[in-house]
Nanobody, 126 residues
Framework: QVRLVESGGGLVQAGGSLRLSCVGSGQTGSRYPMGWFRQTPGNQRDFVAAITWNGDNTYYADSVKGRFTISRDSTKNTMYLEMTSLKPEDTAVYYC???????????????????WGQGTQVTVSS
């Protein structure tokens, strides 16, 4: 069992920055890939970024490349999403996910993730 808790969301003007955090707890520690997804009302959960268990590899959606940076601190069981140059279209609820049981790869698919946090709202005003 893994419990994930996101924080760091809020209201920011276009062009601003935010840093999201996702703290994981549970019996398996943090030796699993993790990812960030986002969702707006009535839409599917979309991939934002993912990171392998040791942080050696990162993956990004095209829409956020060059603006967002994913990282993790295994000593704190925490994953981060540094978001810069935010745009109104980045407005969404952001979720972190933990990928424990599925085979490697397919980090962009939400059905490959086994645990999710409760989400944190990010609102970017124009």
């Amino acid at each position: 069992q893994v419990r994930l808790v996101e924080s760091g969301g809020g209201l920011v003007q276009a062009g601003g920055s935010l840093r999201l955090s996702c703290v994981g707890s549970g019996q398996t520690g943090s030796r699993y890939p993790m990812g960030w997804f986002r969702q707006t009302p009535g839409n599917q959960r979309d991939f934002v970024a993912a990171i392998t268990w040791n942080g050696d590899n990162t993956y990004y959606a095209d829409s956020v490349k060059g603006r967002f940076t994913i990282s993790r601190d295994s000593t704190k069981n925490t994953m981060y999403l540094e978001m810069t140059s935010l745009k109104p279209e980045d407005t969404a609820v952001y979720y972190c996910g933990a990928k424990l049981f599925s085979p490697p790869g397919n980090y962009h698919l939400p059905n490959q993730y086994d645990y999710w946090g409760q989400g944190t709202q990010v609102t970017v005003s124009s």
